[in-house]
């Protein structure tokens, strides 16, 4: 199964009659699935874990919508499967969600460079995030992206530490305008721990 590779493949997509017939039931499956992988971190900043559950998800519903097929598939693919993790890691989406047009343009010009201040610790031990290497989400003149795609490398010790019953792990950003932490409940830590194997 694609699932045991970390990648999603074409067989994995079902027919588009069949996706359409099932929809209502599968995106509520995935919305509750998701509901412990969503962590809020301060007032701006939302992390949204992904999974291959999550992203396979995400390519059925861009098929569903655009209609582009295997030439938009391979598309699809090539953008999404990188935000699978590969079992020695977690992945995440992470968004500056702010409605005013006029705060949001205020503070994304001043955060510049978070992507490379975010964090997770467990028990004391600290994974810096790495940003997705697909396009800078810092521009040339300091203005981060509202997106960014991170993900956190684990070693076997570390991972062992995550799932260990107890485990006390915060996710946090440490950048000079924006400094927040926040500790996982057992709910996200038992959903993340799916990710690593």
């Not at 694609?2 to 929809?23: A, T």
């Not at 890691?89 to 702010?98: G, N, R, S, V, W």
């Not at 503070?107 to 467990?122: H, M, T």
Request: charged content about 30%; cysteine-free; hydrophobic content about 35%.
């Amino acid at each position: 199964m694609s699932k045991d590779e970390k990648q999603i493949r074409k067989e994995d997509i079902m027919p588009m009659d069949v996706y359409i017939k099932n929809r209502k039931e599968l995106r509520k499956n995935i919305v509750n699935f998701k509901k412990d992988r969503r962590i809020e971190l301060g007032p701006y900043a939302t992390f949204y874990f992904e999974s291959f559950e999550t992203m396979l998800a995400q390519v059925q519903e861009m098929l569903y919508i655009e209609k582009g097929g295997d030439e938009q598939l391979r598309d699809e693919l090539a953008a999404y499967n990188p935000l699978v993790p590969n079992g020695k890691e977690l992945t995440a989406t992470l968004m500056f969600e702010i409605d005013n047009p006029v705060s949001r343009a205020s503070f994304l010009n001043k955060v510049g460079g978070i992507e490379d201040k975010v964090f997770i610790n467990v028990d004391g031990d600290t994974i810096m995030a790495s940003p997705e290497e697909d396009v800078d989400r810092t521009s040339s003149n300091g203005k981060a992206s509202s997106v960014q795609f991170i993900h956190f490398k684990f070693t076997d010790e570390q991972i062992q530490k995550f799932k260990s019953d107890g485990a006390n792990v915060e996710l946090g950003i440490n950048h000079r305008e924006y400094f927040h932490t926040t500790k996982l409940g057992l709910e996200n830590i038992n959903s993340l721990s799916s990710d690593f194997n």
